[in-house]
């Protein structure tokens, strides 16, 4: 039954929702590229509603999607979550986040279409851009109302690897609330370097916001890391074995 | 005056402590950039969390962009501490 349920999946809804990105994508593109202004913001509202997509996709592929979350903090906010496959990207529109700069590897600029989108959004290319542009692009970002959104963990390939610490430099450096989530489920659903889809238990979660004026000295920003990660990979331990 | 085993066993200690490494990628030869990914950030917290640990100042008048492996980061607190202790 799994099997079939796997095949089911991978065909039929992967299918459906590789559509749904390529057609959302025909139609908006002409209205993306006339847009005379605020394109960027635009962009990044095309991609929230893409993602809110893939979250339904995700929902029916899976045996039940959980979302649990807190009140966001006022104004704008680091988002830091776990990463341990491709849909980690999408889930995050679950929470509503819909104004968002990724923060991200070089690679998915490379990427055919996708970089028009990534481009486009004013996202940023962390291995192409030195910490200093990155503090002013981000800066900049936040004035105009938007959300940093960071992986810390930097790769797919080990869901426990270690949480860097740049975006919590970032947050302290801009005086702005972290807010950790937490991605379970979809590790099992789609790993890294698979392309069947598999049925599994999805939750998402965010966690009460973290401040850094609690996080002192001059290893605040790692101890805001450790932190962060601990509580993500405690429940991520505890959702696994469900 | 601390040894270099020393040296080796506490910077050892304080980088898994504070950056998750496993021992077996601790070796002497092990690139920080490209074997251990410590990037700017990771190099300028491992320095603080070296000063820290061994009670002297690495940042100032010395170029730490000539440390490369392991090796060298050993080597550097070694003479670090020498001067230290003169």
């Known amino acids: ?242 | 005056m601390i040894t270099r085993e020393e040296i080796i066993k506490q910077t050892n200690e304080a980088l898994k402590k504070e950056f998750e490494f496993k021992d077996e990628q601790l070796v002497p030869t092990a690139s920080l950039r490209d074997d251990l990914c410590l990037d700017s950030l990771d190099a300028v917290d491992m320095v603080i969390v070296l000063e820290q640990r061994f009670g002297v100042t690495l940042r100032q008048g010395y170029d730490l962009r000539t440390i490369i492996t392991l090796n060298d980061l050993y080597d550097f607190i070694e003479k670090l501490a020498r001067t230290h202790n003169k």
């Open chain 1, 1 to 242: 039954m799994e099997r079939l349920r796997t095949c089911f999946n991978t065909i039929v809804i992967g299918g459906a929702a590789i559509i749904w990105l390529v057609v959302s994508a025909i139609i908006a593109a002409p209205f993306l590229w006339l847009k005379p202004t605020n394109r960027d913001r635009a962009v990044r509202k095309f991609v929230y509603i893409q993602s809110r997509g893939i979250v339904f996709f995700m929902r029916l592929a899976s045996k039940g999607l959980h979302v649990e979350k807190q009140d966001r903090p006022s104004g704008s906010c680091v988002i830091v979550a776990n990463h341990a496959s491709a849909l980690d990207l999408y889930t995050i529109s679950a929470f509503g986040f819909d104004n968002i700069i990724y923060i991200t590897k070089g690679w998915v600029f490379k990427l055919p279409f996708f970089h028009y989108v990534m481009n486009g959004a004013g996202y940023v290319d962390a291995e192409q851009t030195s910490p200093e542009e990155i503090l002013a692009v981000c800066k900049h970002a936040v004035e105009k109302g938007c959300d940093i959104m960071f992986f810390p963990q930097g790769s797919r390939k080990d869901p426990y690897a270690r949480f860097k610490s740049g975006a919590f430099y970032l947050a302290e450096q801009l005086n702005l609330p972290v807010v950790p989530v937490a991605i379970t489920g979809t590790q099992k659903m789609l790993p890294a370097g698979k392309l069947a889809i598999k049925p599994a238990r999805i939750v998402l979660k965010t966690f009460p916001a973290m401040y850094p004026k609690d996080y002192t000295g001059e290893l605040g920003h790692l101890r805001m890391a450790q932190a962060a990660k601990k509580q993500i990979m405690d429940f991520f331990d505890k959702e696994k074995n469900v």
